[in-house]
């Protein structure tokens, strides 16, 4: 990817996050020790981006049958994860859906929400399997990581009445897939050249992912949501800046 066109996606993620990734995080992540955490927390946070997106769908947007479809979908992925089961190949882009999912009658947005959502999920297994991919040929063998507190930071923010729930969680997805960004890009010039140019090729789908997360949270809202915007933006950055024991893809300045 060009210098002028990554510039040309990171514009809009600095102005939408409200600080950018502290330098002593860098330091952090470039430490030989930290490697295999970068790696494996990577992997979770990609498995973890589209188990979000396909809860979405699943609660707000299709019916039982299609939800059955969704999980079978995420089966190999979870399989791996969670049970050390790996036939070896993944199947993100070839498997996908069997069939159209159905929305659910009574939810303006659904088509969108499944349209959005169906294609960041794709992209997010695929994303998972180029990380375990790199990190077989290094010989860092998959194991699970206690997550880090970013995520469940962020939820917190969230309102707890619907529909404010659903466009606060959507702000939020959006502000996690800009930060991912925004760390891949400020973090890939210091790292060997398959994960610099690995964590360049990331940069076009994030930053989509991040701009179709907040064209649904306007969408669904329905109204002015600078006020929500604003909240949960101040809250990302205080746990990128806040000092955090843990070190991890979306973690504070290492304490
Ligand atoms: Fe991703
Ligand atoms: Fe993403």
């Given at each position: 990817?060009?210098?002028?066109?990554?510039n040309?996606?990171l514009?809009?993620?600095?102005?939408?996050?409200?600080?950018?990734?502290p330098?002593?995080w860098?330091?952090?992540?470039?430490?030989?020790?930290n490697?295999s955490?970068?790696?494996?927390?990577?992997a979770?946070?990609?498995?973890k981006?589209s188990?979000?997106?396909?809860?979405?769908?699943?609660?707000y947007a299709v019916?039982?049958?299609s939800?059955?479809q969704?999980?079978?979908?995420?089966k190999p992925?979870?399989?791996?994860?969670?049970r050390g089961v790996?036939?070896?190949i993944?199947h993100a882009?070839k498997?996908g859906?069997?069939?159209?999912?159905?929305p659910?009658v009574g939810?303006?947005?659904?088509?969108?929400?499944?349209?959005?959502?169906v294609?960041l999920i794709?992209?997010?297994?695929h994303?998972?399997?180029?990380?375990i991919e790199?990190?077989d040929a290094?010989?860092?063998?998959?194991?699970?990581?206690?997550a880090?507190?970013?995520a469940?930071?962020?939820?917190?923010?969230?309102?707890?009445?619907?529909?404010a729930t659903?466009?606060d969680?959507l702000?939020?997805?959006?502000?996690?897939?800009?930060?991912s960004?925004?760390r891949?890009?400020?973090?890939?010039p210091?790292l060997?050249?398959?994960?610099?140019?690995f964590?360049?090729?990331l940069?076009?789908?994030?930053?989509?992912?991040?701009?179709?997360?907040?064209?649904?949270?306007?969408?669904?809202?329905g109204?002015?949501?600078?006020d929500?915007?604003?909240?949960?933006?101040e809250?990302?950055a205080?746990?990128i800046?806040?000092p955090?024991?843990?070190?991890?893809?979306?973690?504070?300045?290492?304490?």
């Open positions: 990817m060009l210098r002028q066109e990554i040309t996606l514009t809009p993620i600095h102005g939408f996050l409200h600080c950018q990734t330098d002593s860098i330091e952090a992540a470039i430490q030989p020790d490697q955490i970068l790696l494996r927390d990577h979770n946070c990609e498995l981006a188990q979000t997106a396909m809860w979405l769908i699943r609660k019916d039982a049958a939800g059955e969704l999980l079978a979908w995420a992925y979870e399989d791996f994860v969670y790996r036939d070896g993944f882009r498997n859906l069997s069939a159209p999912l159905t659910k939810f303006a947005h659904g088509q969108a929400l499944i349209d959005k959502m294609r794709k992209e997010e297994f994303h998972f399997e180029q990380v790199i990190m290094r010989g860092i063998r998959y194991q699970p990581l206690e880090g507190r970013y469940k930071g962020l939820m917190r923010a969230a309102r707890t009445h619907e529909p659903l466009v969680k702000i939020i997805g959006a502000y996690i897939e800009a930060r960004c925004e891949f890009a400020k973090v890939a210091h060997d050249d398959e994960l610099q140019k964590y360049i090729s940069l076009r789908s994030e930053a989509r992912h991040y701009q179709d997360y907040l064209t649904l949270a306007e969408t669904i809202a109204k002015d949501i600078r929500r915007i604003q909240t949960i933006g809250r990302e205080e746990l800046q806040a955090d024991s843990q070190f991890r893809f979306h973690s504070g300045v290492p304490a």
